[in-house]
C-alpha cells in the first residue's frame, strides 16, 4: 500500500510569488491535514479537510488555502510569500474521520523563499 | 487551549541501554488521545505508540512503552534495548476526544543513540 505522497520535495520561490503544494492520501484515507514545521514555532496544524469540506483551520493568515478532490488528494496554497513562510510542510492522512487512531505523514515539501 | 511540553530537548543513550522520554500536557478535557512520533532525517514522521486517555493500561508496542500518569498529565515514553536506527527528533502529540481532528505537539527531543 503506497503511503502519504506529497510533491515536490523541495521548492525555492522568491518574496511575493505564490506556491502550491500537492498531498495524496494513502487510498482510502479521507481526511487529510496539513502542518507546517520550523526550528522557530515547532510543528503548527494549518488545516484538515474531509470529503472536499475544509472542517479545522489553525491559527494563519488568508494567504494559506487548501482543498481536496473527490478523490482525496489535496492541495495547499500560500499566496504572496514570505521570507518566514519557509517551513517543512507535512501532509497527513488518516483513515476514519476523527483521527482518533493517528496520522500517516508524508515527508513533507521543503519550502525555500528568498 | 491545550499546550504540550517536552522539556528535554536532547537525550543520548547508549545502544542496548533504556531511555526515558518525557511529555505533560494541559488540558480540561477527558477525552482525548496521545500519541509519541518519530520523525528520523528522512522527514517523515512515523507513529510510535498510541494512548486513550480512558485507558488506564499503558500502551505497548515491542521495545515502546509509555507511562500514562492521567493524573500528573503526564505521557513519557520508554525505549528498551535502544537501537541505532532509534536515533531520530521524538514529538508527543495531542488530539481532542471531540474538539477538532488536529494534533498539538511538543517541542521535540532529539534522541541520540552512541554505539
Known amino acids: 500500500k503506497a503511503g502519504v505522497t506529497q510533491t515536490p520535495r523541495y521548492l525555492i520561490k522568491t518574496r511575493g510569488q505564490q506556491v502550491t503544494l500537492s498531498c495524496s492520501p494513502i487510498s482510502g484515507h479521507r481526511s487529510v491535514s496539513w502542518y507546517q514545521q520550523t526550528p522557530g514555532q515547532g510543528l503548527q496544524f494549518l488545516f484538515e479537510y474531509f470529503s472536499e469540506t475544509q472542517r479545522n483551520k489553525g491559527n494563519f493568515p488568508g494567504r494559506f488555502s487548501g482543498r481536496q478532490f473527490s478523490n482525496s488528494r489535496s492541495e495547499m496554497n500560500v499566496s504572496t510569500l514570505e521570507l518566514g513562510d519557509s517551513a517543512l510542510y507535512l501532509c497527513?492522512?488518516?483513515?476514519?474521520?476523527?483521527?482518533?487512531?493517528?496520522?500517516?505523514f508524508g515527508s513533507g515539501t521543503r519550502l525555500t523563499v528568498v | 487551549a491545550q499546550t504540550v511540553t517536552q522539556s528535554q530537548p536532547e537525550m543520548s543513550v547508549q545502544e542496548a541501554e533504556t531511555v526515558t522520554l518525557s511529555c505533560t500536557y494541559d488540558t480540561s478535557e477527558s477525552d482525548y488521545y496521545l500519541f509519541w512520533y518519530k520523525q528520523p532525517p528522512s522527514r517523515q514522521m512515523i507513529l510510535v505508540i498510541r494512548?486513550?486517555?480512558?485507558?488506564?493500561q499503558n500502551a505497548t508496542e515491542n521495545r515502546f512503552s509509555v507511562n500514562f500518569q492521567k493524573a500528573a498529565k503526564s505521557f513519557s515514553l520508554k525505549i528498551s534495548d535502544s537501537q541505532l536506527g532509534d536515533a531520530a527528533m521524538y514529538f508527543c502529540?495531542?488530539?481532542?476526544?471531540?474538539?477538532?481532528?488536529?494534533?498539538?505537539f511538543g517541542g521535540g527531543t532529539r534522541l541520540m543513540v552512541k554505539p
Open positions: 494512548q486513550e486517555a480512558y485507558k488506564q
Open positions: 497527513a492522512s488518516s483513515f476514519g474521520g476523527s483521527g482518533n487512531y493517528g496520522y500517516t
Open positions: 502529540a495531542y488530539k481532542s476526544g471531540n474538539a477538532g481532528n488536529m494534533l498539538t
